[in-house]
């Protein structure tokens, strides 16, 4: 009676291992389902050959590279971080990088603008010395804090 509780505790550790990794496989025929969900052929033949290779004492990294070695990187859900997929990975990265950063320079460029043409009009109109003080003292943008993070005070208080 024992052996045969011992076998039954085995065989369900056996399936829960065996429907974990098949949640992480692509169905190579349908593509969108994993092994566990579709029906097709090679699915029902992929479930089958995991849970052989578990009985066999293999464990769930060397099930996954084999299944990887023999029908490649896309069969897995979550595929590995490395130089071939580092762009892939980082994409959305950068792109958010870059687009922030040009969003910041426009920002930035377009605040100085405004004086640098203001003082431009002024420096060619006959001013007395003291209304040039005056201007210059008006059209001349404020210093740049150089606080750290004083970039991102002035974008919420915006």
Known sequence: METNEGEVRQER???ARARNISHNVRCTECGSQSIEDSQADIAILLRKLIRDDIRGGKSDKEIYKRLEDDFGETVLYAPKFDMQTAA???SPLLIA????GIW????YRQKTNVHIMALNLVRGVPLTPK????MLEILTPPPLERTPFSWLR???QR
């Open 97 to 100: 990088g870059a687009a922030g």
């Open 88 to 90: 892939l990975w980082l």
């Open 154 to 156: 002035k974008l919420l």
């Open 13 to 15: 550790i056996v399936e």
């Open 104 to 107: 910041g320079y426009r920002k």
């Open 131 to 134: 209304e040039k003080e005056t």
